[in-house]
Nanobody
Framework: QVQVVESGGGSVQAGGSLRLSCVVS????????VAWFRQAPENEREGVVL???????????YYADSVKGRFTVSLDNDKNILVLRMNNLNPDDNALYYC?????????????????????WGQGTQVSVSS
């Protein structure tokens, strides 16, 4: 059984920064594609960033336009930890942030709007940004 656990959320003022972490454990052969999604109240879940960890495409990263230049993702393969560094946060970033893992092949940019591709999800961590 795969476990996905996020941490690092919190409350900051606009312009501030936060660092989210996601630990993947349990019986998992490979983490082909790892991602962060977020969902604000009354909004649909939206993709924030995908990181392609497939051995043929290792390292390709796809960011949502809304976070480009502000968010940075990295993966420690040895420890199965996915880190999301978020800078220059604004109230539009208020949401519950989820880590998701896809183990059936590489990522494609469309997966940012196809959350159903991901079978393994964490419980989410809250990010609150005040103006």
């Amino acid at each position: 059984q795969v476990q996905v656990v996020e941490s690092g959320g919190g409350s900051v003022q606009a312009g501030g920064s936060l660092r989210l972490s996601c630990v993947v454990s349990g019986f998992i052969y490979r983490t082909d594609c790892v991602a962060w999604f977020r969902q604000a109240p009354e909004n649909e879940r939206e993709g924030v960033v995908l990181l392609d960890n497939h051995y043929d495409y290792h390292g390709d990263i796809y960011y949502a336009d809304s976070v480009k230049g502000r968010f940075t993702v990295s993966l420690d393969n040895d420890k199965n930890i996915l880190v999301l560094r978020m800078n220059n946060l604004n109230p539009d970033d208020n949401a519950l942030y989820y880590c998701a893992v896809h183990t059936s092949g590489r990522c494609y940019p469309d997966y940012l709007v196809e959350s159903y591709r991901f079978a393994n999800w964490g419980q989410g961590t809250q990010v609150s940004v005040s103006s």
